[in-house]
């Protein structure tokens, strides 16, 4: 017994001394690299890192990750750091995802060793005095999101390595040396480039043509440049005389037809319940009319390959799809949408998936999943098309564009700001026709790409989802756009992995955004990247809570509780590991009551809606009552 007891004693003393470790612990190595860094260059400015003091609390530029385990960011802008970098010393910080010593007078080489930095996702090195060839192989950095090796004497070429890097949003490269051929960079994340003031040659490749010309001014580059083409290569318009983008969808089309034949024919309508005057009536689906008929039936398929859902009354041909001028509305992971104007002024979204990658058996049953979802928060399928080259999805078109645009489209013009009730009723919204997929095919359904970019309003001015259940059909290779991950849980690492907690996590930073105006992933102060999540956490921690707020919002009175209501829930969706995040259904009630946090009452704008609309409708009976 007594044995038993010293042991007990023992081991609680041990565990004691365990978490006391842990909480005063303190990355030793990551320090000591760090400090071999500091007595090796020399510095203009005085650094604060003194041995005795800790590194995660008190060094200047220093960050840790959430237990103090490793050093994750440094940043020490204009130090005055001059000479080269002391080899061995940073490539020790092998955990390392931001590094900025821009605005220095570094010279010397790249250093050979940063190719450690595996987990690297931005390097700000900018405005020094670096010179020779840029690495040749990127491949080593491949989270990198964002080079900035700006005003620099880098020589030699740009690697076309670089084009290996899928997450890749942000390439300067302007004010060196550089010279030779650019590579071409086929990165649908890349959103800013600049080559400028180069000795760049030859031509602008034409997967970067998308961007500015004075990206790459300052160059000797050849001025003949092909016009890129809209869709794809292949796209080949046959009537000169139709507008550029008929050509476009017409390229689709003739991509999409394995024999050659014109095969496809898109039949859509609005069934705007407003419009028809006939609410509550389902319109039979109409598989057999005229022209889709004849169309279809040159299809080997048979009309399989052309399906429409029940609520659409008018059908287009091929012919009035071709008329219909097109533009492309995004660009998003699982493909490219555009927007598709009739001659009746009807306009539907057009979504051209890429990587498809299952059975069209696998493809037919998921696609009528989604179409039999009809609810007022989730945008209705109308249609879709599947051959061996091409899968389209024909969707309704929302007018006002979708939340990101509305938060974050041109944000300093006079664009009339988002109102929080608007902004409380695009959450009660999403909330909805997320909590409602969830409960669909055996509440097994996952939306699986919640993103600012596919919520819209619907005609009651509440959120409505777009794009779901799309992850499980494409392919495993698919590389997540770097736009996305913001959003993406942390446990997520295969686009097809996607889970109902995931689901939720990304809805919290649809929340996070909605508070902050800011994007999941932005730049501060135009220099490092910041995650929303985790600069959120970092502002709440320092209790500065109020600080996170869109300054939009601070003009409306009275809703400092709702927001930091809001706030906490946005949180615990959030959260790192997906056990502990809560149900669609419970995260649904709780923003429902984000209302009566202030009145005590039940929520003003749910009761506004609830009076006149139908929140939830059985799948297929698609009625809409005003
Ligand atoms: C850096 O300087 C310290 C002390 O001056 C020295 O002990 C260490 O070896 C140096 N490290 C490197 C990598 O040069
Ligand atoms: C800092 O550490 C040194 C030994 O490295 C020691 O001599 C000194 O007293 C310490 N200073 C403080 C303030 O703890
Ligand atoms: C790099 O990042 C991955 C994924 O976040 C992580 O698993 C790994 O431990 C990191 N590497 C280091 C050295 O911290
Ligand atoms: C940059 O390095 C070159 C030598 O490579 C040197 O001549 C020049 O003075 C340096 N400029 C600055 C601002 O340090
Ligand atoms: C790059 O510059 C160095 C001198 O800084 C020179 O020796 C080397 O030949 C240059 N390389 C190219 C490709 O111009
Ligand atoms: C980079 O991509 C190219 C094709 O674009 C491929 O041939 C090459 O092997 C890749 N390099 C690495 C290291 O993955
Ligand atoms: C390149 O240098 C020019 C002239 O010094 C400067 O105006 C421009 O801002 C620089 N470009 C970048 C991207 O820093
Ligand atoms: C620009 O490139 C062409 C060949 O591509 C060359 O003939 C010409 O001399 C170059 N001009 C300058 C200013 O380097
Ligand atoms: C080409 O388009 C024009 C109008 O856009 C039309 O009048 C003409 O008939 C079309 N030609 C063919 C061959 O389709
Ligand atoms: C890169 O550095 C240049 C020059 O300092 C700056 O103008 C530009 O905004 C920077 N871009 C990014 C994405 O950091």
Redesign the pocket.
Known sequence: MEQMGVKFILRAILVLGTVLLLVNSEPVEDKQALL?FA??ISHWRPLNWDANSSVCSSWIGVTCDHDNSRVIAVRLPGLGFHGPI????LSRLSALQILSLRSNAISGPFPSDFSNLGNLTALYLQSNNFSGPLPSDFTVWNNLAIINLSNNGFNGSIPSSIGNLTHLTALFLANNSLSGEIPELNLPTLQAIDLSNNDLTGTVPISLQRFPSWAFLGNNLSTESSVPPLVSPSAQPSNKSANLSGSAILGIIIGGSALGFVLLAVLMIVCRSKKDGNEGVVAKPKKKEGPLKKAVSGDQDGNQSLVFFEGCSLAFDLEDLLRASAEVLGKGTFGTTYKAALEDATKVAVKRLKDVNVPRRDFEQQMEVVAKIRHLNVAALRAYYYSKDEKLMVYDYFRQGSLSSMLHAKRSEGRTPLDWETRLRIAIGAARGIAHIHTQKDGKLVHGNIKASNIFLNDEGYGCVSDLGLATLTSPMTQPAMRNTGYRAPEVTDTRKVTQPSDVYSFGVILLELLTGKSPIHALGGDEVVHLVRWVHSVVREEWTAEVFDIELLRYPNIEEEMVEMLQIALACATRMPEQRPKMSDVLRRVEDIRSVNTGNRPSVETRSEGSTPIVTEAGSYSAHK
């Open positions: 071999d007595q090796n002391p080899l061995d010393t």
